[in-house]
C-alpha cells in the first residue's frame, strides 16, 4: 500500500499548474501561435538587426526613390535617399519600445485607480470612476497631440502621452475583477485574519485579478504602435529617431510618386499589430476559465 | 529740383510694360474673377498689417502713390508724377485729381500725409517710413514728403501693398496708433482702390466689387472679385484642376506646383515674386561655439549640396540663391563665393578650425525649424552635416511662436529660415545682417552677426540714390556675407502663380497679387 506522502507527490505531478494549463491551450490555438512567432522575429529583428544590418538610417546612402531592389538595396530609398531597410529595422525597435512602455505606463495607471475604487469602493470609487469616465469621454487622439505639442516631441513624451490617454479600459477592467474578488471567501478570510489593505489589493486579489488585464495590455501594445504611428504621421514625433510611423509620415507626400516607402513601414505596423492581437485572442482563450474548461 | 520721373517718362515705361507683353490681349470689361487666398485673413487694411495674405486683398481695396512693372521700374498710379529733390531730401508726389474714396469723398494730400503717419505707428516695417518727418500738403493735391535723410527706398516702399492710402475721415477718429484694431479695417471699408468691400466672412471668402468711381479710366476690368480662403494646398490644386477658380498666387508646394504644371488650361509661373522676394536659408547663430569661427561655417556650406535641395526636395520648382537678395532684384550680385559641394575642403576646413575628428564625431549642434513644410531641408542637413562629422541634433517646436520665440532670443544654433525681401533691401535685407537690430524679435539678425564694413555699406547704400553706385555698395555687401556666413543661402521659395487660360493680364509684376488687379481680364 502506498503511503500518502508517496500518493501526494504523485498527485502533484500529475495536476497542471494554471499556467501550465494555459500555455498547453495557447498552445493550441495556431493563429496566436503564428503570431507569437512573428512577434518572436519581429523583436529579435529590433534587437540584432542593427548589429547585422549596421546602416545608419540617417545616412543618405543612394540616389532618392530607388526602387526596391536596386543597387541592392532591398526596400529601396526614400525621398533623401535614405535605406528603407535600414529604416524599417531601426524603426522596429523605435515603435516596440513606445508600444511596451506605453502599455506598461497604461497599465500602472489603470490597474491602479481601477484597484482603488474596486477594493475601497463608495466616495473613492465614485471619484476615481468619474476622473476614469473624463478620461474616456477624452478624443484621445487630440489630447495625446496637445500633450505631444505643449511638452515637446521626445520618445518619452510620446511614451507619457498614450499611456494617458489609453489606460481607462484597464482601470474599468480591474475595477470589476477587484469587485467581484473582494466579496469571496478567501478574501474574506484574509481580511479577517488581520491582512492588510495594502496586502489584500496587490498580494492577494490583484493576482487572481491578472488574467483578464494581462489580455487587455497584450491588445494595447498593439494598440499603441498604431496611436505612436499615427502622432508620428501628423509629425509629432522625435525627428532624431525613426520609427514605422514617421516614415509613413515623412514619405506621405511622396506617395504617388514612390508608394512603396509608405506601403512598406504600413506593412510592418500591419503584421505587428495583427501579431500582437492574434497573441492577445490566444491569452484571452487560455487564461478564460470558462474557455478552458471546454 | 531733379525730375526723378515724370509724366512723359511714365507714359513711356508704360508703352514699355505694354510692349513687354503685359498687356497681350484687349482687354475686355465685366465677368467675376474667382480666385484664392491661401489662409486667414487678419487685417483687410494692409497699412496697418503685413503679410501677404492682407496684401492680396489690401491692394484692391487701397491703392498707392506708385506701381511698379515687371522691369523695376515705377509707373503712377494714384500719384500721376512725382519728383525727388537733387538733394534726395524730400519727394513731391503729385496726385491725379479725380481719385475718390468708395464713399465719394476725393483722395487728398492730406489722406497721404494721414496714411504715412499711420504707417509709420502701425506698420511692422519700420524702416520703410522712418526717414520721413512730416508731409507737407500745400495743396490737396501736391503731398510733399520730407526727409531728415535721403531715401531711396522710398520708391519701392510707396507702391504695392506697403503703402496703402487710407481716408482720413473714416480713420482719423481713434488715436493714430489705434487705427491697426479699427473695426473698420475688417468691415464697411471705406478704400481708395480700384475694389470696394462686398463681404469678408473670415475662414470663408473676401468679395469685393468694381468701384465704378475709379480714377483710372475704363478700370478695373472685372466686375467682381470672389477670393475664396482655402487653406489645403491639396484643396486648392482640385478648385484650379476643375475650373472652381481662375487664379490664385503663392502657391509653393513642389508637388502641386508641378502636379499643376501638367493641368490642361492652366499657367504656372514663378514669375512676379522679386518684389516680394522669399528666400529660404539656413540661419547660423555666429555667437555660439563651433560656429562662430566663419571656417566652421565655411565647411557647413561646403558639406551642403543646394543642387540637392533644389533638385530633390524642392523638385525643380526653385532656384539659387547665392545672397539675401532675391535673384529678381536689380540688387542681386551672384558674384559671391558658391560653395559648391566639397567634402574634403569642409573637413579641411573643420580641422583647421580645431575640431578634429573623434571617432565619426566632432562636435554637436542643434538644428530648428518653424513648420513642418520645410522638415524635409532640416532632415537633410542633419544627413548632411553628419557626413563631415557634425552631428546635428533636430529640435521640433510646438509651433511657430515656439519657434519664433527661440529665434528672437537667438535661443538656437542652425535654423531652417524663409525670409522676405520686401523690395529695397532697405526694407527687408538689411534687418538680418544690421549688428544694431540683433536679436529683436524672429526676423531681425537673430544670427547676432556683426560686421563694421557691412553696417557702413548697408548705411551708405540706404542714402545712395544713384542706382548704379548702390547696386555697387550692395555688391560688396553681398560678397561679403557670402563670405562670412552668417546665413547660407540656399535658394528662393518656390512661389508660383497659378492662371487659368481665360485670365488676360495675369498679375506677374514684382508684387504678385499684393497689386491691384485693376488689369486683370477675363478672356471671352
Same mark, same amino acid.
Given at each position: ?58 545616412? +543618405? ?12 538595396? #532591398? ?62 469621454? #477624452? ?156 | ?42 487685417? #483687410? ?201 481662375? +487664379? ?273 481680364? #477675363?478672356?471671352?
Amino acid at each position: 500500500m502506498m503511503d500518502r506522502k508517496t500518493e501526494n507527490s504523485e498527485y502533484l505531478e500529475q495536476a497542471s499548474s494554471p499556467s501550465a494549463e494555459a500555455w498547453e491551450m495557447f498552445k493550441r490555438n495556431h493563429a496566436a501561435m503564428a503570431g507569437l512567432v512573428i512577434l518572436f522575429v519581429i523583436t529579435i529583428g529590433s534587437i540584432f538587426g542593427p548589429l547585422i544590418y549596421p546602416t545608419d538610417p540617417f545616412d +543618405m546612402v543612394w540616389a532618392p526613390f530607388s526602387p526596391p531592389g536596386e543597387e541592392g538595396y #532591398l526596400f529601396g530609398t526614400d525621398y533623401l535617399g535614405r535605406d528603407l531597410l535600414a529604416m524599417v529595422i531601426h524603426g522596429a525597435r523605435v515603435s516596440l519600445v513606445i508600444g511596451l512602455s506605453a502599455a506598461i505606463v497604461s497599465i500602472f495607471i489603470g490597474v491602479t485607480i481601477g484597484a482603488l475604487a474596486g477594493f475601497y469602493r463608495g466616495y473613492i470609487e465614485e471619484i476615481l470612476m468619474r476622473v476614469t469616465e473624463f478620461f474616456q469621454v #477624452l478624443p484621445t487622439l487630440l489630447f495625446s497631440m496637445v500633450i505631444v505639442a505643449l511638452f515637446g516631441a521626445s520618445l518619452t513624451m510620446i511614451t507619457i502621452a498614450i499611456g494617458i490617454v489609453s489606460w481607462t479600459a484597464v482601470a474599468r477592467i480591474t475595477r470589476s475583477e477587484f469587485l467581484r474578488i473582494r466579496e469571496l471567501e478567501y478574501v474574506m478570510a484574509s481580511r479577517a485574519s488581520g491582512v492588510s489593505n495594502t496586502k489584500l489589493m496587490f498580494g492577494i486579489i490583484l493576482p487572481n485579478a491578472l488574467p483578464p488585464i494581462i489580455v487587455q495590455s497584450a491588445l494595447m501594445v498593439g494598440s499603441a504602435i498604431l496611436f505612436e504611428a499615427g502622432l508620428s504621421f501628423l509629425g509629432l514625433t522625435d525627428p532624431n529617431v525613426v520609427s514605422w510611423g514617421q516614415i509613413i509620415g515623412s514619405n506621405r507626400q511622396y506617395i504617388l510618386d514612390a508608394s512603396y516607402t509608405v506601403t512598406i513601414p504600413g506593412i510592418a505596423i500591419f503584421v505587428t499589430v495583427l501579431a500582437i492581437s492574434l497573441v492577445g485572442d490566444g491569452l484571452n482563450d487560455a487564461l478564460n476559465p470558462k474557455l478552458r474548461a471546454r | 529740383m531733379r525730375k526723378f520721373t515724370r509724366n512723359v517718362a511714365a507714359a513711356m515705361s508704360l508703352v514699355a510694360f505694354t510692349a513687354a507683353g503685359v498687356i497681350a490681349d484687349t482687354p475686355t470689361r465685366g465677368g467675376t474673377l474667382v480666385t484664392v487666398l491661401g489662409s486667414n485673413v487678419r487685417n #483687410l487694411n494692409s497699412a496697418v498689417q503685413s503679410g501677404i495674405v492682407t496684401g492680396y486683398p489690401g491692394a484692391q481695396l487701397f491703392a498707392s502713390p506708385l506701381r511698379y512693372d515687371d522691369s523695376w521700374t515705377p509707373q503712377p498710379y494714384l500719384a500721376e508724377s512725382w519728383d525727388v529733390s537733387d538733394d534726395g531730401m524730400s519727394v513731391t508726389l503729385n496726385l491725379v485729381k479725380n481719385a475718390t474714396f468708395h464713399d465719394g469723398q476725393p483722395i487728398t494730400s492730406s489722406d497721404v500725409a494721414f496714411s504715412v503717419e499711420v504707417i509709420k505707428n502701425n506698420h511692422p516695417f519700420k524702416s520703410m517710413f522712418a526717414p520721413v518727418e512730416n508731409v507737407e500738403t500745400p495743396d490737396a493735391h501736391t503731398a510733399i514728403l520730407k526727409l531728415s535723410k535721403p531715401h531711396p527706398a522710398l520708391m519701392l516702399a510707396m507702391s504695392g501693398q506697403l503703402m496703402s492710402i487710407i481716408p482720413e475721415h473714416i480713420y482719423g477718429d481713434v488715436p493714430i496708433n489705434e487705427v491697426k484694431t479699427h473695426p473698420r479695417n475688417n468691415e464697411n471699408v471705406v478704400g481708395s482702390g480700384p475694389f470696394k468691400l462686398v463681404e469678408f466672412k473670415n475662414g470663408e471668402h473676401v468679395i469685393l466689387e468694381r468701384y465704378d468711381g475709379f480714377f483710372m479710366e475704363g478700370r478695373p476690368y472685372l466686375d467682381k472679385v470672389v477670393m475664396r480662403i482655402i487653406t489645403d494646398p491639396a484643396a486648392r490644386a482640385i478648385a484650379y484642376e476643375n475650373g472652381e477658380v481662375h +487664379m490664385g498666387a503663392f502657391e509653393s508646394l513642389p508637388r502641386v506646383i508641378n502636379r499643376l504644371k501638367k493641368a490642361d488650361g492652366l499657367n504656372v509661373t514663378p514669375d512676379g515674386y522679386g518684389g516680394i522676394g522669399p528666400l529660404d536659408w539656413l540661419a547660423i547663430n555666429t555667437t555660439k561655439g563651433p560656429l562662430a569661427d566663419v571656417r566652421v561655417r565655411k565647411a557647413i556650406a561646403h558639406a551642403i549640396d543646394k543642387n540637392f535641395i533644389m533638385k530633390a526636395i524642392m523638385q525643380g520648382t526653385a532656384s539659387e540663391s547665392r545672397t539675401g537678395i532675391h535673384p529678381d532684384s536689380p540688387f542681386y550680385s551672384a558674384d559671391v563665393e558658391a560653395y559648391a559641394l566639397d567634402l574634403d575642403k569642409a573637413n579641411a576646413l573643420l580641422d583647421e578650425a580645431g575640431y578634429p575628428k573623434n571617432g565619426d564625431t566632432r562636435f554637436s549642434v542643434t538644428i530648428d525649424f518653424g513648420w513642418p513644410g520645410v522638415k524635409p531641408q532640416v532632415e537633410y542637413v542633419k544627413a548632411a552635416l553628419k557626413k563631415v562629422g557634425i552631428d546635428v541634433e533636430v529640435r521640433a517646436s510646438a509651433d511657430f511662436p515656439t519657434w519664433a520665440k527661440r529665434m528672437g532670443t537667438m535661443d538656437f544654433d542652425l535654423s531652417w529660415d524663409t525670409v522676405f525681401n520686401w523690395g529695397d533691401p532697405v526694407i527687408g535685407v538689411h534687418r538680418t545682417y544690421d549688428s544694431s537690430n540683433i536679436a529683436k524679435g524672429v526676423w531681425s539678425n537673430t544670427q547676432g552677426y556683426s560686421n563694421a564694413r557691412v553696417d557702413e555699406l548697408m548705411q551708405m547704400a540706404a542714402v545712395e540714390n544713384d542706382m548704379e553706385k548702390r547696386k555697387a555698395l550692395y555688391a560688396e555687401f553681398q560678397a561679403i556675407i557670402a563670405d562670412e556666413v552668417p546665413v547660407y543661402h540656399v535658394n528662393t521659395l518656390p512661389y508660383h502663380t497659378v492662371y487659368s487660360d481665360k485670365i488676360g493680364n495675369p498679375p506677374i509684376g514684382i508684387w504678385a497679387t499684393s497689386s491691384p488687379i485693376d488689369m486683370v481680364y #477675363l478672356k471671352d
